[in-house]
């Protein structure tokens, strides 16, 4: 077995694991993860779960055909979501928040960084974030290996370190293992290629949405990212005792760069900055040697048409030496700029916190 190491991981749990027969949630397979999960925190370590399983939760209520329309399955959605996360926190002690998300809210910049700030406001005061497809309204996200998918976005917006992906299967084999007795798991994948893609079989239960290609897209989204991706038996106890002791009994992505490198490529080359903002001396010495985030009282001046989540360059003397998110408008920060927290509401009629951009989402170029 690999050894596993991590601060911050998103665990993605499948609907053969929280609704086993497809009709209603059960604890069957959910204690031991629950478990896991809570052993970890008194760790240190931060935990968010994506869950699937509002549909199959929701099919014992809601009167259907064979192959339910998208209206049956999204009133289904309706009333699982409530089950599920009944299901999933009744096995903590610890206050759950459930996150209902699509694709779209992190292809829009804005939204991106709406889900950033709470998840990470919830992890910082120990809520357990339960994150689920907003099943109820959107179509397109009631699809083949959608949550998989969104368990990747799911760690790259919470610059998680790790992701595991409970299956009903101990990991990626040479061969398909229901079929072929002779085949072998593969404890370790250094690279996703064409080779591994062929190994990834089709969906692999009656009520999961994700067959392996979905769960080895996932993995291929989270190495770009710096981050590891696990694929485990979620049906299995022992898995998670082992994943305590630090031993991956499944199969492990290694990550093509590390966490702080693909954040600082994305920070610097993805994003097109829109604005400037330039800062006094002091802000600038705060932000390379301190680490610490760009606050409006720093600010001097302010360029540009941007919106809260556009990229911006930070400048001193209209020199730049850092590029980050920005939390608040050009507009406002011009209005805010060189004043506290404390008189935001005053100025702009609201805050969203004291930084203009958080260190999080800042790169030293």
């Known amino acids: 077995m690999s050894e596993f190491n991590w601060q911050r991981a998103v665990?993605?749990?499948?609907s053969a694991l929280i609704s086993p027969d497809g009709h209603?949630?059960?604890?069957?397979?959910?204690?031991?993860?629950?478990r896991f999960i809570t052993e970890s925190r008194e760790q240190g370590k931060q935990v968010i779960i994506v869950s699937s399983g509002s549909v199959a939760a929701g099919r014992s209520v809601i009167a259907h055909?064979?192959?339910?329309?998208?209206?049956?399955?999204?009133?289904?959605?309706?009333?699982?979501?409530?089950?599920?996360?009944?299901?999933?926190s009744r096995f903590f002690d610890f206050p759950c928040a459930q996150v209902l998300l699509t694709y779209d809210d992190f292809h829009d910049r804005s939204r991106y960084v709406n889900i950033k700030n709470t998840v990470r406001e919830l992890l910082n005061n120990n809520v357990l974030p339960i994150v689920n497809e907003n099943d109820t309204t959107s179509v397109d996200v009631l699809k083949v290996g959608d949550n998989d998918?969104?368990?990747?976005y799911a760690a790259m917006v919470a610059e998680a370190d790790t992701l595991v992906i409970c299956s009903d299967i101990d990991g990626l084999y040479d061969a398909d293992p229901r079929i072929n007795p002779q085949?072998?798991?593969?404890?370790?994948?250094?690279?996703?290629?064409?080779?591994?893609?062929?190994?990834?079989?089709?969906?692999?239960?009656?009520?999961?949405?994700?067959?392996?290609?979905?769960?080895?897209?996932?993995?291929?989204?989270?190495?770009?990212?710096g981050i590891q991706t696990l694929i485990v038996n979620g049906s299995k106890g022992e898995v998670f005792d082992a994943l305590?002791?630090?031993?991956?009994?499944?199969?492990?992505?290694?990550?093509?760069?590390?966490?702080?490198?693909?954040?600082?490529?994305w920070l610097k080359h993805t994003l097109i900055a829109t604005g400037r903002i330039e800062v006094d001396q002091g802000a600038k010495k705060a932000l390379i040697q301190t680490g610490a985030?760009?606050?409006?009282?720093?600010?001097?001046?302010?360029?540009?048409?941007?919106?809260?989540?556009?990229?911006?360059?930070?400048?001193?003397?209209?020199?730049p030496f850092a590029k980050g998110v920005a939390l608040y408008s050009?507009?406002?920060?011009?209005?805010?700029?060189?004043?506290?927290?404390?008189?935001?509401?005053?100025?702009?009629?609201?805050?969203?916190?004291?930084a203009a951009v958080h260190r999080d989402d800042l790169a030293l170029l």
């Open 293 to 319: 985030s760009l606050l409006p009282v720093g600010i001097s001046g302010v360029e540009g048409d941007f919106t809260a989540g556009d990229a911006v360059e930070i400048c001193h003397n209209n020199v």
């Open 183 to 225: 085949a072998k798991l593969i404890p370790v994948v250094n690279n996703i290629d064409g080779e591994i893609y062929e190994l990834a079989g089709g969906p692999g239960s009656k009520v999961g949405t994700g067959g392996m290609r979905t769960k080895i897209e996932a993995a291929d989204k989270c190495a770009e990212s």
């Open 149 to 152: 998918n969104l368990a990747a």
């Open 11 to 14: 665990i993605k749990v499948g």
């Open 24 to 34: 209603q949630c059960s604890a069957k397979y959910l204690l031991a993860i629950a």
């Open 65 to 88: 055909k064979t192959h339910p329309s998208i209206a049956e399955k999204q009133a289904m959605a309706a009333v699982g979501q409530m089950q599920m996360m009944e299901n999933w």
């Open 330 to 354: 050009a507009a406002d920060l011009n209005a805010i700029k060189g004043l506290y927290s404390d008189d935001f509401e005053n100025v702009i009629g609201y805050s969203s916190g004291e």
């Open 244 to 265: 305590l002791d630090g031993r991956i009994p499944g199969t492990r992505f290694v990550p093509a760069k590390t966490p702080d490198t693909a954040k600082e490529q």
